[in-house]
Every structure is written in C-alpha cells, then in structure tokens.
C-alpha cells in the first residue's frame, strides 16, 4: 500500500486532498485542485524515446569533438607561431652578436692604431706649446722693437 508524502495517509493523492481540503471554503479547494492538477500534469511528463536521446547524445559528442578538435588546432597553432617567432628571435641575436663582435673587434684596433699615434700626438702638443711660446716671444720683440724705434726716431729730432 502507498501512502501520500505529504498528507502520510494511505489513500491516493486525489483522495487525500478531498480531505484535507473538507473544512476550506471552495475557493480555496478549487485552487488547490488546480495545483494538484499541475502537480498530476508535470509528473506525467512524457521522456524522450530511447533513439533520440541516443541520436542527440552522438550528435553532442560529435559536437563537442569538432570543437575540442578546433579548439587544439588553435592551440597547435599558437605554438606554432611562437616557435617560429622564438627561432626568428633567435636568429636576429645571433646576428646582434656578430655585429657586436666585429664592433668590438675594429675598437681593439682603433685603440691599437691611436696607442701607436700618441707619442706622434704627443710631440705635436708639444710643438704647439713651443710654437705658442715662440709667437708670444715675436709679440713682445714687436713691441720692443716699436719702443725702440718710437726712441730713436725721437732721438733723431733732437
């Protein structure tokens, strides 16, 4: 024997709400008949037969499987593209370092060659220096001399 989850008693659930509802007015008994009537209508709900849940069941899988599989290409695809990247990066360092070798390299030779010039360029400093000395020498001799010669010429009137 059955009895109602609600109402405990052993009678159907059409005749338990009969019961129940003996002491509501009728209004209220109409409503709750409705709700019962609901109630009745949602449970007899009908399932899918078993081929359409087995034909909607491949036809998700195969779904999903066309999406996983576009969704790895993408990944592989990506990876992909950073492998490349990686390799291209790869080979402008490489190129960065021959090109910082060879600079470098012309630097250690440059500085060699001025090693070589510094004692040329030292005497050429020295040189200015005495030509310097020397033209500030002629300055005063040609200042001397014009004193010498303003006293003879001065001499001379006399």
Do not use: W
Not at 54 to 67: I, N, P, V
Request: proline share 3%; hydrophobic share 35%; aromatic share 6%.
């Amino acid at each position: 024997m059955r009895r109602h989850p609600t109402t405990g008693s052993s009678a159907g659930p059409g005749m338990a709400a009969a019961a129940a509802t003996e002491g509501v007015p009728a209004t209220q008994r109409e409503e709750t008949a409705r709700d019962d009537a609901a109630v009745e209508t949602a449970e007899e709900a009908k399932e899918p037969a078993e081929a359409d849940i087995t034909e909607l069941c491949r036809d998700m899988f195969s779904k999903m499987a066309t999406y996983l599989t576009g969704e790895l290409t993408a990944t592989s695809e990506d990876y992909k593209l950073l492998e490349n990247m990686n390799k291209l990066t790869s080979l402008k360092y490489l190129e960065m370092k021959d090109i910082a070798i060879n600079i470098s390299r012309n630097l250690k030779d440059l500085n060699q060659k001025y090693a070589g010039l510094q004692p040329y360029l030292d005497q050429i400093n020295v040189i200015e220096e005495q030509v310097a000395a020397l033209e500030q020498a002629a300055y005063k001799l040609d200042a001397y001399s014009k004193k010498l010669e303003a006293k003879y010429k001065k001499l001379e009137k006399r």
